[in-house]
């Protein structure tokens, strides 16, 4: 039942900034904690960030004091505010409920080159 689309990726350089969205629909928003995740090629996907319903927010290690998840309970979007953008960041980026066995989207392209 539920939809999500994720947008904002795209060719960045080294020290660059990019915010991503993620608009989700189907749902009752408000109560579903939410996260990013990533996966590169030949790499495992990854827990990126995490935001609870009451605001709490949870980084990987990786990209702490660079990313900032967000979310938009009237407008049903979480964000992705990625700054210092590293060459170890490129990947295709996912949004989904945490804890929950949802079908993934088509994610959005991160790309971090010189």
């Known amino acids: 039942q539920v939809r999500i689309e994720e947008s904002g990726g795209g060719l960045v350089q080294p020290g660059g900034s990019l915010r991503l969205s993620c608009a989700v629909s189907?749902?009752?928003?408000?109560?579903?904690?939410m996260a990013w995740y990533r996966q590169s090629p030949g790499k495992q996907r990854e827990l990126v960030a995490s935001?609870?319903?009451?605001?709490?927010?949870n980084y990987v290690d990786s990209v702490k004091g660079r990313f900032t998840i967000a979310r938009d309970n009237a407008k049903s979007t979480v964000h992705l505010q990625m700054n210092s953008l590293m060459p170890g960041d490129t990947a295709v980026y996912y949004c989904?409920?945490?804890?929950?066995?949802?079908?993934w989207g088509q994610g959005t392209q991160v790309t971090v080159s010189s």
């Open positions: 989904k409920r945490l804890n929950f066995r949802d079908e």
């Open positions: 189907g749902i009752a928003f408000d109560v579903y904690h």
């Open positions: 935001i609870l319903t009451s605001g709490s927010t």
